[in-house]
């Protein structure tokens, strides 16, 4: 089971609801569902969906740091973000590229 705390760090306080759905639920029920879907493969939705979305904040930069800790390689990444960039943005894609690069040029962790 995948083990996630970031929502009672970040908001326990403020919202313990919302911090324990986070931690509990998404990273501890579903990101543990690996019968259904592997890690790998949830981290490339995940980090397609966000991308499609235009988010490419800390949570962006996390779920990259993810996708490559679960084993999706830089030129797998470069791929998935161009297929990606004909059905999100063009714009979105680039903006994708620029904290990829700066995530898969980081030392594995």
Excluded: C
């Amino acid at each position: 089971m995948v083990k996630q705390t970031a929502g009672r760090d970040a908001l326990g306080e403020f919202a313990p609801k919302f911090a324990e759905l986070n931690d509990d639920v998404l990273f501890g029920e579903v990101w543990s569902r690996e019968n259904e879907l592997s890690l790998r493969d949830r981290s490339i939705v995940t980090v397609v969906s966000l991308m499609s979305q235009g988010l490419v904040d800390s949570s962006f930069k996390y779920h990259l740091e993810n996708a490559k800790k679960n084993g999706v390689t830089a030129e797998e990444m470069a791929e998935i973000i161009t297929h990606a960039a004909f059905y999100a943005g063009w714009p979105k894609a680039w903006a994708a590229f620029n904290m990829a690069k700066e995530v898969y040029a980081e030392k594995t962790k």
